[in-house]
């Protein structure tokens, strides 16, 4: 088992910047995925950026204004997120998934972009 727990969402006006963190419980580094996905109402659950499998991968509507990092000391990965536009609206998400064991969730930070 693998508890997420998510930090740093808020109110942001639009060209503004917003940190995430995701924290778990145990160690990150055999994770096979990991990372973040935002789901705002209405609409479904998309991948916003994610570690999986050694490779980086982000949504064309977040690339290079978002950066997804990790720390595998602390057990934990990051979202910049730079030039916030009010599209980028949603409950931000943290997911993990490990090999045959199952994936896991976090509880969500809202990220609000709004004048």
């Known amino acids: 088992q693998v508890q997420l727990v998510e930090s740093g969402g808020g109110l942001v006006q639009p060209g503004g910047s917003l940190g995430l963190s995701c924290a778990a419980s145990r160690n990150i580094f055999r994770l096979s995925l990991m990372g973040w996905y935002r789901q705002a109402p209405g609409k479904q659950r998309e991948l916003v950026a994610v570690?999986?499998?050694?490779?980086?991968y982000y949504a064309d509507s977040v690339k290079g204004r978002f950066t997804i990092s990790r720390d595998n000391i602390k057990n934990t990965v990051y979202l910049q997120m730079n030039s916030l536009k009010q599209e980028d609206t949603a409950v931000y998400l943290c997911k993990a998934v490990e090999v045959g064991v199952g994936q896991y969730w976090g509880q969500g930070t809202q990220v609000t972009v709004s004048s």
């Open positions: 570690f999986n499998s050694g490779s980086t």
